[in-house]
């Protein structure tokens, strides 16, 4: 049994507490992995919960109890494999991802599982292999869940909101890589920045409305805020392939509302806009709320990409000891431009 440094989140709130602690972490059993950490990223979903945000719904995951260790994705080197694990061994660097729950990444030591483990390529450091999986495997989810891929990208007209956030910056290089053309929606500061990605279009939205967009997307993507649903949906050209959002009001609505309510009022929410997706773009069309699970199929994506050696990367804004981790989420929950990475001792 190793002996690891764990970042807790002792108990939600505005801003939550956090302490450093050591706690014991078991050899690794069939099929598990423990990865002495080298980086894990604070995403906006931990900054949130960190509030206490979705403890309903993530409590049927074991994820709401605090004290608890939170983060998704890690890069470090394997410390020791469990029986049946022949994809790595001791001493290689890996990244991958543990699923949400009260033992996350945010320590020095994770035991995951080696499915959601992938050889690091030996041109990343682990400070940017760690900002890359959640992210990329949410992207994934939202790409899968409309129809597109690799395969079938290429022409297709693809509207990104919220383009210049982490999924939305991911999903410009992996959509122009994939021949789409992507007309991405952002704020002045970053439109350059868009451009840089690989954005066909980019438009300025304090300067055009997106009602005031022609209605000939095959797809449209909502990584910014759920008010602009309804808009963007109304994009999508006859024959569309689909909606896609990351913003929804699910786990906010059963917070507030509990599950009878806050149930109804996201089924009629998700019932509406998929009328309007339909409307727009015809009964064949697809709308989907997207929610991060991990995924052996994206990583390997995500794997293929880096290996490639396509350039695909997050900007980093923090590099900061896990002691300090309190300085991370801030980094977050203010907006802040970069990934914030937390490094173990």
Partial sequence: ???????????????????????????????????????????PIDAKRSTGYGRRVLALKGAARFPAVLGNDFAGVVQAT????????????????????AHGAHASQVLADARYLRAAPANHTHQELA??????????????????????????????HGASGGLGQLSLQVLSR??????????????????????TVVVDRTRRALSTLPTCYDATLNF??????????????????????????LLDSMDVHGWFKGGWR????????????????GRGTR??????????????ALEALLLANVGLHLPIG????????EQAFAHVAQQRPGRAILMPE
């Fill in 1 to 43: 049994m190793s002996v690891a440094e764990q970042l807790f989140c002792l108990a939600p709130g505005h801003p939550a507490t956090f302490a450093l602690q050591l706690r014991h972490v078991p050899q690794p059993g069939p099929g598990q992995v423990l990865v002495r950490v080298k980086g894990s990223s604070v995403n």
């Fill in 82 to 101: 469990g029986a049946g694990v022949t994809a790595c061994k001791p001493g290689d660097r890996v990244f991958g991802l543990v699923p949400t729950g």
């Fill in 131 to 160: 900002a890359l999986p959640y992210t990329f495997t949410t992207l994934w989810l939202a790409l899968r869940s409309v129809g597109l891929n690799q395969h079938n990208a290429k022409d297709k007209e693809v509207l990104v």
């Fill in 178 to 199: 994939w021949g789409a053309r992507v007309t991405a929606v952002c704020s002045t500061a970053h439109v350059q920045r868009c451009k840089d990605l690989g954005a």
């Fill in 224 to 249: 910014a805020i759920w008010q602009d649903e309804r808009a963007l949906v109304s994009r999508l050209k006859p024959g569309a392939m689909g909606h896609a959002t990351t913003v929804h009001p």
């Fill in 266 to 281: 996201v089924y009629r929410a998700w019932s509406a806009m998929r009328g309007a997706a339909r409307a727009a773009g």
């Fill in 287 to 300: 709308y989907a709320w997207t929610i991060f699970q991990p995924s052996t199929e994206a990583l390997h």
């Fill in 318 to 325: 923090l590099i900061i000891p896990i002691a300090q981790g």
